[in-house]
């Protein structure tokens, strides 16, 4: 299979992209996180940061066919001890949605994380509303193991949040089904 979504690290130039995203109201409504404004300074320094931490993997997801900038995925609150991280992941290019992008570059986020970092699970909260995101955690995997009633207040009521997990080894045979459909 050739994968057509690549993954690199930020560069400092890439939040004159993302700040855009940041504030775009539908892809502020489809995550957990608050809603805010975000300026271009705010944006630039979160990216330098990020440039520098090494607790928290910021990659970009870019086209192989162009290059093009296309969204973010990350590997953080990695916990050392128990091998666990969760991975969020945004495609900020509304253009590009539905074409499969978001499950190539989480399941090439997911390979790193798992075999380059040895982590042995990956949990991730989603709104109960944001069934692509429900479905792509499913296609990487992941287990639905619990519903966190209320846990997040925006746009003016309480949401639900499942957690989504996700063990190596059911990562490995995911991934190798993800593959042979390809590769038929
Ligand atoms: C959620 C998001 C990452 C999906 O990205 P994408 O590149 O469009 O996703 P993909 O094309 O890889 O599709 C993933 C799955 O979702 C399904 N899907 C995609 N768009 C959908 C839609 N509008 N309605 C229902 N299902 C949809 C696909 O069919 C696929 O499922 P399948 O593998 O069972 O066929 C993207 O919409 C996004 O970045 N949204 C804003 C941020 C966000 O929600 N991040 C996740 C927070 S937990």
Redesign the pocket.
């Known amino acids: 299979m050739k994968f057509r979504v690549y993954l690199r690290a930020l560069e400092i130039d890439d939040y004159q992209t993302s700040y855009m995203w940041r504030n775009d109201q539908e892809?502020q409504e489809?995550?957990?996180g608050s809603k805010f404004f975000v300026s271009r300074e705010n944006e630039r320094q979160w990216v330098l940061n990020n440039t520098k931490n090494t607790e928290r993997i910021v990659l970009a997801i870019c086209l192989v066919e162009n290059d093009k900038y296309i969204?973010n995925v990350n590997i953080q609150n990695i916990d050392w001890i128990n091998r666990t991280a969760s991975v969020?992941?945004?495609?900020?290019d509304k253009n590009?949605?539905?074409?499969?992008?978001?499950?190539?570059a989480r399941m090439l986020a997911l390979k790193f994380a798992f075999e380059e970092r040895n982590l042995n699970r990956i949990e991730?909260l989603?709104?109960e509303s944001?069934?692509?995101?429900i479905?792509?955690h499913?296609?990487c995997g992941y287990k639905r193991e619990g519903v966190l009633r209320n846990s997040i207040y925006k746009s003016g009521k309480y949401h639900n949040q499942i957690v989504m997990g996700l063990l190596r080894e059911e990562f490995e045979e995911a991934y190798a089904s993800y593959i042979s459909r390809f590769d038929k």
Do not use: C, T
Not at 88 to 92: C, L, R, V
């Open positions: 892809i489809m995550v957990g969204g969020p992941i945004f495609i900020g590009e949605w539905g074409k499969g992008y978001a499950a190539e991730d989603v709104l944001n069934i692509p995101s479905k792509l499913e296609r």
